[in-house]
């Protein structure tokens, strides 16, 4: 990393003394404290350093950084060995109550410890969201600047395109632009366009109902782009980053005018910060919200059940929790066919083979995640009835849900067992199907204390008409006479049988959002379309969490998006 920006540690012994003094007391001062090192946080920091005026910055992230730790920075290189980061000490894992969902039991939620968050420990899809999503936020909002015409500017700052030399600062590729060379790709092509999918020339253009090929964000070398790319490339002066700081809670000043509480601090672990300008919660739809009901924002009942002091009763803090769950569906392939896939790997017999052309071309399986194709299905004709027959549907699910233009589900083949640990990698193969639905209706609450999830995956009937449906359309794929050649056949299951497989595997992608949602023309939110908390001053929220709806997406880009517009609605509040 280079000299801008300045990073300290806290394990490092002089810490304390260096930032709070010899006696721990000294309060340092900010004009901008960002809480939260992942895409968007790094995105915000960064871009409110690089800002004209000269403003001085503190990027505060609870981990530590890749550099800090040797053992583990060869693994965030490649999206290939992504898994082997999963319950590391650079991720969370947070827990999850299991008593209400579809599935009972526990998830762990993967989400990044580090600097660069869970950029550091995802597989690197990158997916902007279809062209309906952001016109929608627009239109709810009654902000133009989250319209997709007023996001792809956005967008174009965020993104390198290695093919085009764009100047963004995140380096991106299609699945075609990079060496992989995968022995199952027209094979799978095939498979797609007999299950009568349209291809799509880029997934990210906006319209994205039909098929197309992974884009991902990993450099033209072929290692993992980051949220750390922003802090690498910037030579802003006035940034400085803290890792392995947890922040407890934001504190405030009596009220102003207005009657509204001033935020000016945030307690850590270490010591209190003082913000002369703003702080901003960047640290994603779990924390987020938890740094908010600690420090009394939040509702009334349920911060007075923790005896913790009320600064704002705001009822939506922590509500509304959206992600995607998934389901894996798998094929084995015929013992003769075995080869070039994820279960290769698990020999070091068949491993040689692609580490040799790794090692000597830069190509083949490990130049990165065994997935090329993605496909995008849009649901309306099959949940509109049982929507509309459920008396408990609001208008604002109704115009969130039932749109065409949208993917309700998405699927991605894998050239080996899936997302789930492989059953038997040493005596099969396997080809699979990751079936996820991107528009649950089923919200989950957090709860402040620890934090704790409560996952209702699938709870309502309309989230599993959509799971049904995309699994039976995995077996259709799966069953085409572009794999009878190469795949062991499996007769499709019915309906029931069809539900139990969904029990069984169902889990989730740790894609989070709306735990700090936006206002909309029907919720009151936690922020309004310009990210700042209702019923205080000086504090906003700019993450996923944010997102009023769940996006048809994976959620890393538009959380460079949320860092990107905060750093422009901020910087025209401070003119």
């Not at 239109?139 to 100047?167: C, H, V």
């Not at 009220?255 to 601090?265: I, L, P, Q, S």
């Not at 790997?345 to 090692?359: E, N, Y």
């Not at 700090?516 to 309004?528: F, I, K, L, Q, R």
Request: aromatic residues 8%.
């Amino acid at each position: 990393m280079s000299a801008n920006p300045r990073v300290y540690s806290a394990h490092h012994s002089a810490f304390v003394k260096t930032k709070f003094g010899e006696d721990g007391a000294s309060t340092p001062e900010f004009d901008f404290i960002v809480v939260g090192g992942g895409p968007a946080g790094c995105a915000l920091g960064t871009r409110l350093a690089e800002n004209p005026a000269g403003y001085s910055v503190l990027l505060v992230e609870q981990g530590t950084t890749v550099e800090q730790n040797p053992e583990l920075q060869n693994l965030i290189r490649l999206p290939l060995l992504t898994r082997s980061l999963h319950g590391s000490s650079f991720d969370v894992q947070y827990p999850t109550i299991g008593e209400n969902q579809f599935a009972h039991r526990e998830l762990k939620i993967n989400s990044g410890k580090v600097l660069g968050g869970s950029t550091c420990i995802n597989w690197a899809i990158w997916t902007r969201g279809p062209k309906d999503d952001y016109d929608l936020w627009a239109r709810l909002t009654g902000n133009q600047e989250f319209s997709w015409d007023a996001m792809l500017p956005t967008f174009d700052r965020i993104e390198r395109q290695t093919a085009e030399r764009s100047e963004g600062r995140i380096s991106i590729r299609s699945s075609c632009q990079s060496p992989r060379d995968n022995y199952w790709s027209s094979t799978a092509a095939l498979s797609l366009e007999q299950a009568g999918l349209q291809r799509l020339e880029n997934i990210n253009d906006g319209a994205m109902l039909g098929y197309g090929e992974l884009v991902e964000n990993v450099s033209a070398g072929g290692e993992r782009a980051t949220a750390n790319d922003y802090l690498k490339q910037t030579s802003a002066a006035g940034l400085e980053v803290w890792t392995a700081v947890r922040v407890e809670k934001v504190l405030f000043e009596d009220a102003t005018e207005d009657g509204k509480k001033r935020a000016v601090c945030v307690s850590t672990h270490v010591g209190t910060v003082r913000a002369r300008k703003e702080i901003i919660l960047c640290a994603g739809a779990v924390q987020s919200p938890h740094i908010l009901l600690l420090s009394g924002i939040g509702p009334q009942s349920q911060l007075e059940s923790y005896r913790i002091p009320v600064i704002h009763n705001l009822p939506e803090v922590g509500q509304n929790l959206w992600e995607h769950p998934v389901v894996d569906i798998r094929f084995k392939l015929r013992p003769e066919k075995r080869r070039d896939t994820a279960e290769d790997l698990a020999s070091i017999r068949t491993a040689g083979r692609h580490l040799d052309k790794w090692a000597n071309e830069g190509q083949g399986l490990i130049s990165g995640i065994p997935v090329e194709w993605f496909t995008f299905t849009n649901l309306k004709e099959k949940i509109e009835p049982s929507l509309s027959q459920d008396p408990s549907t609001t208008e604002y699910e109704k115009t969130t849900l039932l749109r065409t233009a949208i993917p309700h589900v998405e699927q991605f083949l894998h050239y080996g067992h899936g997302l789930a640990a492989a059953p038997d990698p040493f005596q099969s193969s396997y080809i699979s199907m990751s079936n996820v639905v991107l528009t649950p209706r089923s919200p989950d609450p957090i709860n402040p204390r620890i934090p704790r999830i409560e996952v209702n995956q699938l709870k309502e009937e309309v989230d599993r008409e959509m799971m049904i449906a995309v699994v039976e359309k995995a077996y259709d794929v799966l069953s085409s006479k572009a794999w009878e050649d190469f795949l062991e056949p499996q007769e499709k299951p019915d309906r029931e049988t069809v539900l139990d497989i969904i029990k069984e595997r169902l889990t989730t992608l740790w894609h989070l959002g709306g735990t700090c949602a936006m206002e909309t023309s029907y919720n009151t939110g936690v922020v309004d379309s310009s990210f700042r908390v209702h019923g205080v001053q000086g504090l906003r929220v700019a993450d996923t969490s944010i997102i009023p709806f769940p996006i048809s997406a994976h959620t890393q880009a538009v959380a460079y998006a949320i860092g990107e517009k905060a750093a422009v609605f901020i910087g025209q509040d401070h003119l």
